[in-house]
């Protein structure tokens, strides 16, 4: 169960918009952010990027907010680096799952989400490779009732190394929603019902269990 906490961000130090409707967030260092449910926040330089760390060392049922963006999202896209590594207390079944929510609910117990398993992509095991990336929207639709009732739809196979810099790019428009992975041209990833509708709310950085995360760069353009 996700358990919310009354640290939510204020107010977050970020650079000057490129152009009117864009927002940028270097996440080069931890000002301005508030971590949240436990996850511990620090930055560094990791493979050549400075970024924002977020390292989840229990195994809640599902993954937690981590950090709230004080910004009201509704149509657009959302840029962001990540990468993810597991930690020592780690157990045989960890994926590190590494992803963003989105139009988080004002109270935020609902939102929807996109993430990475980041161990799947080179998988031996075909099965885990189809399950690399994950759509999902808490609390009503978690992955494991959508793989049930429609298994194929909400997860598809993408390329990732472990510890390694991805590129990502969501794009969302009323209910469809792209997921790209790698600067690719074509989406990875296509749903056309999101759970929440057309609706909107706030951004988030979301990790899973046993996960250390790291972001840089983020960019968010729309409205």
Known sequence: ML???SAITIALAFSAPATPREQVYPLAT???????????????????KRSVVLTEEE??????????FPLDFKNGTIEFDEAGTLTDQHNPTSRSFVGMAFR????????????LRMTNGRSSSQELRNHAVQYC????????QLRETQPFRYEAYTDLELGAWTHVKI???GT?????????????????????????????????????AYYSNLKVRGA
């Open 171 to 173: 794009s969302v428009y």
């Open 104 to 115: 988080v609910s004002d109270d935020l117990s609902k939102y929807e989400c996109f993430y």
């Open 59 to 68: 195994d809640p049922k599902f993954g937690v907010l981590a950090v709230v």
């Open 3 to 5: 358990l919310i906490t």
């Open 176 to 212: 469809d929603a792209k997921f790209y992975v790698g600067g690719a041209k074509q989406p990875t990833l296509v749903v056309h019902d999101l759970f929440m509708g057309a609706t909107h709310g706030k951004l988030a950085l979301w990790v899973g269990g046993y996960t250390r």
């Open 137 to 144: 929207m808490h609390p009503d639709h978690l992955w494991d």
């Open 30 to 48: 931890t000002k301005g952010l508030t971590a949240m449910n436990g996850v511990k926040l620090s930055s560094t330089v990791y493979r050549g």
